[in-house]
């Protein structure tokens, strides 16, 4: 019986460092499809203190709701748009160039959108798991602890940590 926990700890545990591993990966080569010029002046919405904080300049605009104790966190860059809602647990969402990322948690659920250089990509997660989605320019990236994850046109990465679900498209 030792062994078979042994072997299935080890699993989740190797599961989970290439998990970490993919994602640093994909974030890096992400912030290389980021780089393009700058449109407007970086705008970062942040809940609480603010209720529902939404912010524009320029182009880029985010837009961050919170009910306690979550907390949402939305950045935005040239013409990007990030939006971050949370009701418990931790939304994240960061857009640049004409990428749009939409984050969403409930329960103590922990979520990451980036839609860097262009591209959509949407994340949800709820009941304590993490979901994480990486668009590049032209990707469009889909990760959700309830109906699971997808990747489409380039540059796409999607993860549902809490069933090992992946995806990566275009790269």
Known sequence: ?????????SSRVRRAAAAVAATSAVLSFG???GTSTAVAAPVTCVSPPSANDIRVDGTASCGAKAT??????????????????ADGGAANATATGF???LSAVSG??????????????????????????VAGY???ASAS??????????????LDLSTGRACVAGF
């Open 31 to 33: 912030a290389v499809l």
């Open 138 to 140: 032209g990707g469009g």
């Open 99 to 101: 990428g749009t990322a």
């Open 68 to 85: 306690a104790p979550g907390v949402a966190r939305s950045d935005a860059s040239d013409s990007g748009t990030a939006v971050s809602v």
């Open 1 to 9: 019986m030792f062994a078979a926990f042994s072997s299935a700890r």
């Open 145 to 158: 602890t309830e109906t699971g994850v997808n990747c489409a046109g380039l540059n796409s990465f999607a």
């Open 108 to 133: 103590a659920g922990t979520s990451y959108a980036f839609a860097l250089g262009g591209g959509i990509s949407r994340s949800a997660a709820s009941n304590g798991g993490t979901a994480i989605a």
